[in-house]
């Protein structure tokens, strides 16, 4: 099928997203020329907001439009424990389940040597400098995904931390092997959160 180059280039940034896959990507497309060019206008500015105002939290390394992000600078909550996850999502998660309370810390993806994800590319330094620089920090939980290369992640950073006396311990295994912490309900989540264990 052959489109108008602005439809087709529509159809082209669409599928780039994932999950979208050409047939998606059409219906879309046309659904948003059908659309009153009001709300076509209050999505693209959506989009180009979001993009331009979010950064990440100069702490814990999640998606924020101010810095420190509403977790970090919540004084209710416990500074003596950091959770560390894959990504902006999977804190959403935790919260979601609303029994932790302390903070979290964001990698922005595991250790893949398959994927060219190198170690440098996570936020590891960042948590590093971050527990030298703070002395209230008692535990870290690692509740990277219970995949090969979050469980590789997970012994990396433990061995990282382990030194400075710091109690490092990981989520426990409640939750289906290789699978994701977003696709977790409430309950295993929250048990499996209970039921950490020391490394
Ligand atoms: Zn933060």
Known sequence: ??????IARLIAELGKLPGIGNKSAQRLAFHILSMPSEDVLSL?????SARNSVR???????YT??????????????????CVVENPRDVSTMERMRDYQGLYHVLHGVYSPLQNVGLDALKLKELITRLQQNDKVREVIIATNQTAEGEATALY?????????IRVTRIASGLPMGS?????????LSK????????
Not at 180 to 188: G, K, R, W, Y
């Open 180 to 188: 994701d912490l977003e696709f977790a309900d409430d309950v295993t």
């Open 65 to 82: 439009d101010r810095d420190p992000c509403s977790v970090c600078s919540d004084t209710n909550r416990d500074p003596t424990m950091i």
């Open 192 to 199: 499996a959160m209970r039921a950490r264990h020391e490394f």
């Open 56 to 62: 990440l939290c100069s702490v814990c390394q999640n």
């Open 1 to 6: 099928m052959r489109y108008a180059p602005t």
């Open 157 to 165: 950073i433990s061995r990282l931390i382990k030194p400075s006396g």
């Open 44 to 48: 693209s500015d959506s989009i180009v």
